[in-house]
C-alpha cells in the first residue's frame, strides 16, 4: 500500500489533537459556569483542575501507550485511542455536572497521549533520509491544529457552548473509521518487544537529570520560561472575560493570532536572529520581551491594545530554539536522547503546575469582596518567573555559538 494515506492519518491525528486542546478553551469558562454556577473566579478555579488533570494524564500516559505500541501494535493504539476520544468528547457535550467534566478530562488526557506512538509509526515507515522531513510534518500539522482549534471553537460558540464538543467528536471517529480502513500495521515479529512495566515509568527521564549535572541551571532556565508561559492557556479566556468582556469568538480570534504569530517566529524569524544575533543574545532578547509583555498584561486595560500586542508577545518566542540549542550543546553527543526526555518531562511538569497556580491567583485577584483587584496578577507571577529564567540565564558561563 501506498505510505501517503497512512501519512495522511497520522497528520490528521495530530492535528486533531492540537484541534482539540484549542477547540474548547474559547467556551470553558462558560460552560463551567453552566454547570457549576458561581462567578468566573470559581469557574478559573475549576479551568485549573480540568487542565491540569489533562497533562497529568497525558505525562503518565505517554510512555505507557508508546510501550504498549511497541508490544501490540502501532494501528490499535491509535485506532481505539480515537474512538474512546470521541466517545469522550460526546460526554463532555452532554456533561451536565462538572464531575462528568472532569472525568472528560481525564479520559482526554489519556487518549491525546499518542504522540509518542504517531511519532513512531511515522519513524517505522520512514527511510532514515526522509525521517526529519516527516518529523517535521508531525510539527507543521500540530501548529496548523492549534492555530485553527480556537478560531473555530469561538465561532461554534455561537451555536452554544457544547457545539465544539461535538465536532471534535465527529471529528475524531471519522479519522478513526479512516484509519481502520488504510492503516497498515508497522510493528512486525522481528520488531515486537515484550511488554515490562519498567520501562513505561514517566519520571525515568528526570531522574536521568542527575547524571547531567552541567546542564542543571540551564534547565532550570527553562522550566522558569514553560512555567510562565502556562500562564496564556490557563487563564487567557478567563482573563480577557474579565478584563475586555470579551465574546468566545473574540477569544478564539485573539489565540488564532497568537498562534500564528508563533508560527512565522518560529518558522521565519529564529534562524536569521541567531545568525545575527548568536544563540546567547537571542536568548537574553526572548525573555526580555517575554519579561516586559508580561509586565504590560498585568496593569493593561484596553482589549484593543490587547490585540496589537499580540504579535509582540509572539517574538518573545525566539529565544526558546536558541536556549534549546544552547543546552543540547552543552550536552554530550551520546547524551541527546537523554536530554531531550528531560526536556519533554520538564516541559510535562510544568503543563501540570501552571494551570492550576495561575488560576488559583486569578480568583484571588477577582473574587467579588476581595482586597486587591487585579486580573492580570497572573501575569505579574508569570513576569517574576521570566525575570528569574533570565537573571539566572546572565550568570551561567558564556560559551560558544
Given at each position: 500500500?501506498?505510505?501517503?494515506?497512512?501519512?495522511?492519518?497520522?497528520?490528521?491525528?495530530?492535528?486533531?489533537?492540537?484541534?482539540g486542546?484549542?477547540?474548547?478553551?474559547?467556551?470553558?469558562?462558560?460552560?463551567?459556569?453552566?454547570?457549576?454556577?458561581?462567578?468566573?473566579?470559581?469557574?478559573?478555579?475549576?479551568?485549573?483542575?480540568?487542565?491540569?488533570?489533562?497533562?497529568?494524564?497525558?505525562?503518565?500516559f505517554?510512555?505507557?501507550?508508546?510501550?504498549?505500541?511497541?508490544?501490540?501494535?502501532?494501528?490499535?493504539?491509535?485506532?481505539?485511542?480515537?474512538?474512546?476520544?470521541?466517545?469522550?468528547y460526546?460526554?463532555?457535550?452532554?456533561?451536565?455536572?462538572?464531575?462528568?467534566?472532569?472525568?472528560g478530562?481525564?479520559?482526554g488526557?489519556?487518549?491525546?497521549?499518542?504522540?509518542?506512538t504517531?511519532?513512531?509509526?511515522?519513524?517505522?515507515?520512514?527511510?532514515?533520509?526522509?525521517?526529519?522531513?516527516?518529523?517535521?510534518?508531525?510539527g507543521?500539522?500540530?501548529?496548523?491544529?492549534?492555530?485553527?482549534?480556537?478560531v473555530?471553537?469561538?465561532?461554534?460558540?455561537?451555536?452554544?457552548?457544547?457545539?465544539?464538543?461535538?465536532l471534535?467528536?465527529?471529528?475524531?471517529?471519522?479519522?478513526?473509521v479512516?484509519?481502520?480502513?488504510?492503516?497498515?500495521?508497522?510493528?512486525?515479529?522481528?520488531?515486537?518487544?515484550?511488554?515490562?512495566?519498567?520501562?513505561?515509568?514517566?519520571?525515568?527521564?528526570l531522574?536521568n537529570?542527575?547524571?547531567?549535572p552541567?546542564i542543571?541551571?540551564?534547565?532550570?532556565?527553562?522550566?522558569?520560561?514553560?512555567?510562565?508561559?502556562?500562564?496564556?492557556?490557563?487563564?487567557?479566556?478567563?482573563?480577557?472575560?474579565?478584563?475586555?468582556?470579551?465574546?468566545?469568538?473574540?477569544?478564539?480570534?485573539?489565540?488564532?493570532?497568537?498562534?500564528?504569530?508563533?508560527?512565522?517566529?518560529?518558522?521565519?524569524?529564529v534562524?536569521?536572529?541567531?545568525?545575527?544575533?548568536?544563540?546567547?543574545?537571542?536568548?537574553?532578547?526572548?525573555?526580555?520581551?517575554?519579561?516586559?509583555?508580561l509586565?504590560?498584561?498585568?496593569?493593561?486595560?484596553?482589549?484593543?491594545w490587547?490585540?496589537?500586542?499580540?504579535?509582540?508577545?509572539?517574538?518573545?518566542?525566539?529565544?526558546?530554539?536558541?536556549?534549546?540549542?544552547?543546552?543540547?550543546?552543552?550536552?554530550?553527543?551520546?547524551?541527546?536522547?537523554?536530554?531531550?526526555?528531560?526536556?519533554?518531562?520538564?516541559?510535562?511538569?510544568?503543563?501540570?503546575?501552571?494551570?492550576?497556580?495561575?488560576?488559583?491567583?486569578?480568583?484571588?485577584?477577582?473574587?467579588?469582596?476581595?482586597?486587591?483587584?487585579?486580573?492580570?496578577?497572573p501575569?505579574?507571577?508569570?513576569?517574576?518567573?521570566?525575570?528569574?529564567?533570565?537573571?539566572?540565564?546572565?550568570?551561567?558561563?558564556?560559551?560558544?555559538?
Amino acid at each position: 500500500m501506498s505510505i501517503r494515506l497512512p501519512v495522511l492519518f497520522i497528520l490528521t491525528t495530530i492535528a486533531i489533537d492540537a484541534i482539540g486542546i484549542g477547540l474548547i478553551m474559547p467556551v470553558m469558562p462558560g460552560l463551567i459556569r453552566e454547570v457549576w454556577g458561581g462567578d468566573l473566579s470559581q469557574a478559573a478555579i475549576w479551568g485549573g483542575i480540568l487542565a491540569t488533570s489533562f497533562a497529568v494524564m497525558q505525562f503518565l500516559f505517554g510512555p505507557l501507550l508508546g510501550r504498549v505500541s511497541d508490544s501490540f501494535g502501532r494501528r490499535p493504539v491509535l485506532l481505539v485511542s480515537l474512538i474512546v476520544m470521541a466517545a469522550d468528547y460526546l460526554l463532555m457535550a452532554l456533561a451536565g455536572t462538572i464531575w462528568l467534566l472532569l472525568v472528560g478530562r481525564i479520559v482526554g488526557g489519556i487518549t491525546a497521549a499518542t504522540h509518542s506512538t504517531a511519532m513512531a509509526f511515522m519513524a517505522d515507515i520512514s527511510a532514515p533520509e526522509d525521517k526529519a522531513r516527516r518529523f517535521g510534518m508531525v510539527g507543521a500539522a500540530f501548529g496548523a491544529g492549534f492555530v485553527l482549534g480556537p478560531v473555530l471553537g469561538g465561532l461554534l460558540a455561537e451555536y452554544g457552548t457544547r457545539a465544539p464538543f461535538y465536532l471534535a467528536a465527529v471529528l475524531a471517529l471519522g479519522n478513526a473509521v479512516f484509519g481502520a480502513l488504510i492503516l497498515p500495521e508497522t510493528v512486525t515479529d522481528k520488531t515486537r518487544r515484550v511488554f515490562h512495566w519498567t520501562g513505561s515509568n514517566p519520571f525515568s527521564a528526570l531522574q536521568n537529570l542527575a547524571r547531567l549535572p552541567s546542564i542543571q541551571p540551564l534547565v532550570t532556565v527553562y522550566f522558569f520560561y514553560q512555567l510562565a508561559n502556562m500562564v496564556y492557556p490557563a487563564i487567557w479566556a478567563y482573563f480577557t472575560i474579565e478584563r475586555f468582556g470579551w465574546s468566545p469568538g473574540m477569544i478564539g480570534i485573539s489565540l488564532m493570532a497568537y498562534g500564528t504569530g508563533l508560527a512565522v517566529v518560529q518558522g521565519a524569524l529564529v534562524a536569521p536572529t541567531i545568525r545575527i544575533l548568536g544563540n546567547q543574545r537571542t536568548v537574553i532578547l526572548g525573555l526580555v520581551i517575554e519579561l516586559a509583555t508580561l509586565i504590560v498584561l498585568t496593569a493593561i486595560t484596553s482589549g484593543f491594545w490587547t490585540l496589537i500586542l499580540i504579535p509582540v508577545i509572539s517574538l518573545g518566542a525566539v529565544g526558546l530554539p536558541a536556549l534549546q540549542a544552547i543546552i543540547a550543546r552543552s550536552a554530550s553527543d551520546d547524551s541527546q536522547g537523554e536530554l531531550q526526555g528531560v526536556l519533554a518531562s520538564i516541559t510535562s511538569v510544568a503543563m501540570i503546575i501552571g494551570p492550576v497556580v495561575m488560576t488559583q491567583i486569578f480568583a484571588a485577584f477577582t473574587t467579588p469582596g476581595g482586597r486587591i483587584y487585579l486580573p492580570g496578577a497572573p501575569f505579574l507571577l508569570a513576569a517574576s518567573l521570566m525575570l528569574s529564567a533570565l537573571l539566572l540565564f546572565v550568570r551561567y558561563p558564556r560559551q560558544e555559538n
